[in-house]
């Protein structure tokens, strides 16, 4: 208690601004250290203080933020690259298009179908009885006009991986969370100004189909109606596969281009678990499927997940790729020569 009386005068005598200097350099220390003798003295009440909560919440804070963020994750949602890609296919696509528009192809973009040669064909552009089908452009959901930042920054904090139970409560809460890919906004809008229907198909849940179409909605891509302009998992018992839905798409639309972030937003084909990961790459590189890239297919970065993400080392790294130094340093040598 004496200590508490003296410091308390002290404060009386040396004014608000001195006061304010003894208070943050001299009380709070020297009261700590008062409470922490009081507890082993049983000669009156011991003062007690409310928790400093704000303290452990900052400590909380910045224990999270130093967990290492995975390079693809850092790289597609705060790289100045990811952002110059996404403008760069955006404005590519808006060229193409207009310049496709003009010319009333009579046929639609290559397109992944089901019960095709090799999973690829193209439909009419024109109707049964005359005339022509409206212009549309397919765009898959996440990671091409929407980035799903917060399902992600929960992944990058807690460590914990892909969750479908996690991911379905993402999809009906997690609206507020949500950007817009970088041009996404503005080439849906040129599309739509152009007469050219925007069409979503996307592995979103048909369940959650109202959210989906919220948050769409508040970003600025307008309004969507389920089965008409966006078409979702769960709309037929194909699961996940698109091609189903790119046919009912095709069947109303001309459809004048594909743009994803995986290559099954384009066709099935690249999805086959049994393909390996060189297969799947030689695939994208020829034949007509080489021609497309930039060509009525645009494709957005995404190095965080998809059916890329499979295979080990020898599936990433053939037998003429693999090389060696041919001479190492241990870590000894490394720290002394260092010195």
Known sequence: MR??????????????????????QVVAPALDRALQTRSHVADGPVL?????????????????????????????????????????????????????????????????????PDGLGTESCLLPGGGRKP????????????LNRGHEYWRATSGQPFDPAVWAEWERTGNPQLAAVPGAVAA??????????????????????ADTVRGFAQLGFGDYIVGETIFLRGMDAAGSDK???????????????????????????FNERELGAQERRRIAQRGEVAQLWG??????????????????????????????PQTTRSAPDIMSRGN
């Open 243 to 269: 091609d189903p839905r790119r046919a009912r798409i095709a069947a109303r639309y001309c459809v004048l281009a594909q743009v994803g972030d995986n290559l099954g937003d384009f066709a099935d084909l």
């Open 3 to 24: 200590v508490l009386v003296a410091l308390a005068a002290a404060l009386a005598l040396g004014g608000c601004a001195t006061g304010a200097v003894l208070a943050d």
């Open 188 to 209: 849906v809008r040129a599309l739509r100004e152009a007469g050219i229907t925007p069409i979503i198909n996307t592995n979103r849940a048909l369940e959650t189909a």
């Open 48 to 116: 007690t203080l409310p928790p400093v909560t704000d303290g452990v919440q900052r400590s909380a804070e910045a224990t999270a933020d130093a967990r290492p963020v995975p390079l693809g994750t850092r790289w597609l949602y705060s790289s100045a690259e990811a952002a110059a890609v996404s403008l760069q296919a955006f404005r590519q696509l808006g060229d193409y298009v207009r310049a496709r528009q003009a010319a009333q192809p009579a046929a639609s973009v290559l397109l992944g179908l089901p019960g095709r």
């Open 295 to 324: 060509n009525g297919w645009f494709v957005l970065p995404n190095p965080v997940y998809g059916a890329f993400d499979r295979g080990g080392i020898a599936d990433v790294f053939p037998p003429d790729a693999r090389w060696q």
């Open 135 to 146: 212009p549309a452009v397919i765009f898959d959901g996440d990671e091409t006009l929407v």
